[in-house]
Structure formats: structure tokens, C-alpha cells
């Protein structure tokens, strides 16, 4: 997955014989929600709002001043869970999160 924007995402595979898994929870709340994410068979699993036009570029380029005590707000929340993302209930713990003020 590279440049992908989403809601959430969730990367599972075997860990020492069981399937397990990390998902990453997007807030819609957070700056330039849905973010966009970029994974790497290496081990890579980031959240990359600021990098929209390079991932799609018919997107606008994100650009955001902050002013001395001005402050942006980031949403995330991390599920580290047995199975796959359906064994994890991750669509629905987003769906719950969504609603979090």
C-alpha cells in the first residue's frame, strides 16, 4: 500500500506461529482526514497527511502555517489484536472511535 488515503488500515501476518496484527485508527477529526498511508514489506507503517500530492498529484499540495502558539491536532489510535483485522472487530472499533468527541 503506498499513498493510500483511508480511514483506518491494518497490517497482519504470523508472529511466531499465531496471526497478529496493528491497526491504525484515523480520527476524523485530524487534519486532512482521511490521511494517507504508506506500508513497506520492511517493516514501514506510516501516516503521511502532509504527503497527498506526491502520493496522488491531482491533489492540492497540503500547506499549513502554525503561528507561535497555534497548535494542529492529530487523531490516532493503535489496536494490536490476535488474527486478522475481522478477528480484531477494527471496522467496528473505528466506527466506535469515529463517534468519540
Known sequence: MWG???SWVDYHGPVEGELAGIAVLNHPSSYLYPTYWHTRN????AANPFARHAFDPSVPKASYLLKSGDTMKFRYRV???KGDEKDGRIAESFEKYSKEE
Open 4 to 6: 493510500k488515503p483511508a
Open 42 to 45: 520492511y517493516g514501514l507503517f
Open 79 to 81: 489496536i494490536l489484536h
